[in-house]
């Protein structure tokens, strides 16, 4: 061995006893706090005995929601695959939408049905309007062409009304002069004509206008109530038992079986002839 190799080795060994006694204190304040620790951990054992606890208890519920969820994609009630809960959900959200847009598909036609519906009764009733209007209109011009027809009917009878004043005044000033001589005229012998054709005087019973009335034989100039020489009893066409025409206010009036010339607005006698019909 040489110097240099001892050197060189005790150099080392001085090196190794220096570190063994570094390492001393190292390892001594290594156990204690190893001790230390151990003692926290005992102290903390509850603690991680709760924690644990807890983490059980957590995977336990886990686990039942799991097999919770397994059981519902398993059950045959459910439309979508077991294994693809997304794909359910979009399959869900489709049909949701589907079932959207099919209401409101349905709703616009409903309310486009309404509108339609609307709009035809709108229009039947405007052309149930302007046929009112239009017949009322017609109406309005078919009154105003009666009332104007009407009108001119009614000037026109004031003015026969007017005529006929005129000529029943002329011929009441000249009732005076009635003339008893036509018979006289062999054209009004109704003697002859009645032997000739008996049955136009029947003209059958006569009623009286008051009950249990009995026959009076009546005279020229009296004055007879207005119930025996109403129209009723009037001869309407004296030449059909040839008598003399009337004129102005005279009227020939059955009275029974005589024949009387009435003037009617004064229901004096002014003519008489007994035992005319049969």
């Given at each position: 061995m040489t110097f240099g190799q001892f050197l060189k080795g005790s150099a080392l060994t001085?090196?190794?006893?220096?570190?063994?006694?570094?390492?001393?204190?190292?390892?001594?304040?290594?156990?204690e706090s190893a001790q230390q620790r151990a003692q926290e951990r005992e102290s903390r054992v509850p603690w991680n005995r709760d924690r644990s606890r807890a983490r059980?208890?957590?995977?336990e519920r886990r686990r039942e929601v799991r097999q919770e969820?397994?059981?519902?994609?398993?059950?045959?009630?459910?439309?979508?695959?077991?294994?693809?809960?997304?794909?359910?959900?979009?399959?869900?959200?489709?049909?949701?939408?589907?079932?959207?847009?099919?209401?409101?598909?349905?709703?616009?036609?409903?309310?486009n049905q309404e509108r339609r519906e609307n709009r035809r009764e709108r229009n039947r009733e405007r052309r149930e309007y302007r046929r009112d209007r239009n017949e009322n209109r017609r109406d309005y011009r078919r009154d105003r062409r009666d009332y104007r027809r009407d009108r001119w009917e009614d000037r026109r009878d004031r003015r026969d009304y007017r005529r006929d004043r005129w000529e029943d005044r002329r011929d009441y000033r000249n009732h005076r002069a009635w003339n008893r001589a036509w018979r006289k005229n062999n054209r009004y012998n109704w003697h002859r004509y009645r032997?000739?054709?008996?049955?136009?005087?029947?003209?059958?019973?006569y009623y009286?206008?008051?009950?249990?009335?009995?026959?009076?034989?009546?005279?020229?100039?009296i004055r007879l109530g207005s119930m025996?020489?109403?129209?009723?009893?009037?001869?309407?066409?004296?030449?059909?038992?040839?008598?003399?025409?009337?004129?102005?206010?005279?009227r020939w009036v059955r009275y029974y079986d005589d024949v009387l010339l009435v003037n009617v607005h004064t229901g004096q006698v002014v003519?008489?002839?007994?035992?005319f019909f049969w």
């Open positions: 001085g090196l190794a006893g220096a570190l063994a006694l570094t390492a001393l204190p190292a390892q001594t304040h290594a156990a059980s208890e957590r995977s969820r397994s059981r519902e994609r398993s059950s045959p009630s459910r439309a979508v695959a077991p294994w693809n809960r997304d794909r359910s959900r979009a399959d869900d959200r489709r049909e949701n939408r589907r079932e959207r847009n099919q209401e409101r598909r349905e709703n616009r036609r409903e309310r032997a000739a054709n008996r049955h136009l005087y029947r003209p059958g019973r009286a206008p008051y009950r249990n009335y009995r026959y009076n034989r009546v005279n020229i100039g025996f020489y109403g129209s009723r009893y009037w001869i309407n066409d004296p030449w059909h038992y040839r008598l003399p025409p009337v004129y102005g206010p005279y003519d008489v002839i007994y035992d």
